[in-house]
């Protein structure tokens, strides 16, 4: 069966500080992976998809911007934290495009 | 102006009061509409796919139904661990991704 991990679960940096969160899936091969963030009251919103390594596409301009170094792994990261990017991230997984997605646990994070 | 609308926005519910959440879409050319369910502090869990009109899904006490313009999630007898947020999602034609609404927050009450 697949499994999806995120980590950290949570993590409180400063303004300006780095961030760099990890996703990886297990049980399967050549996922489309997805990173998600959702704040209270706005829904989930997309912010980088990946069919395959080495192409990420991006949907929300932003100072945040996405890697994927091996087939199953995802990595979210910023050179430097706004406030404005506090929140709970999240990574997902579906086979292709037209089916559903399968997410992780989640990454609380607070920007202070 | 939001593609996915979800109502109510909050629901609360007795322990076996039957109901309804809805979802409605404006968007044409749906490929697929999704149905999660998500608890405080954790990532949404998948539930049901559904393709067409007229289709229906079922899982324990809950039952998700599509028409051409919106889907329902039915839940039978709600026990209080049905409490949860429920998202939907819908999916168009193309490299669009899935679009969220913003969910419904049900609590069930003993």
């Known amino acids: 069966s697949q499994t999806i991990h995120q980590w950290p679960a949570t993590l409180v940096q400063p303004v300006g500080s780095p961030l760099s969160l990890e996703c990886t899936v297990e049980?399967?091969?050549?996922?489309?992976l997805y990173w998600y963030r959702q704040a209270a009251g706005r829904g989930l919103q997309l912010l980088f998809y990946?069919?395959?390594?080495?192409?990420i596409s991006s949907e929300v301009p932003q100072n945040l911007s996405a890697s994927r170094p091996q087939d199953r792994q995802f990595i979210l990261s910023s050179k430097k934290l706004l406030l404005s990017d506090s929140g709970f991230y999240l990574c997902?997984?579906?086979?292709?495009?037209?089916?559903?997605?399968?997410f992780g646990p989640g990454t609380r994070l607070t920007v202070l | 102006e939001d593609q996915v609308t979800q109502s109510p926005e909050a629901l609360r519910l007795q322990e076996g009061e039957s109901s309804s959440l809805n979802c409605s879409y404006t968007?044409?050319?749906?490929?697929?509409l999704f149905w999660y369910r998500q608890d405080p502090g954790k990532g949404p869990e998948f539930l049901f796919t559904?393709?067409?009109a007229g289709e229906e899904k079922e899982k324990e006490r809950l039952k998700a139904t599509l028409t051409k313009k919106e889907s329902f999630l039915h839940i039978t007898a709600p026990k209080p661990e049905d409490s949860a947020t429920y998202l939907c999602?819908?999916?168009?034609?193309?490299?669009?991704?899935?679009?969220f609404g913003k969910g419904t927050r049900l609590s069930v009450i003993a």
């Open positions: 559904l393709y067409s």
């Open positions: 990946s069919i395959g390594i080495d192409q």
């Open positions: 997902a997984w579906s086979r292709d495009r037209y089916n559903e997605q399968f």
């Open positions: 968007v044409s050319g749906l490929r697929g």
């Open positions: 999602a819908v999916r168009l034609g193309g490299n669009t991704p899935l679009v």
């Open positions: 049980g399967t091969s050549n996922p489309n």
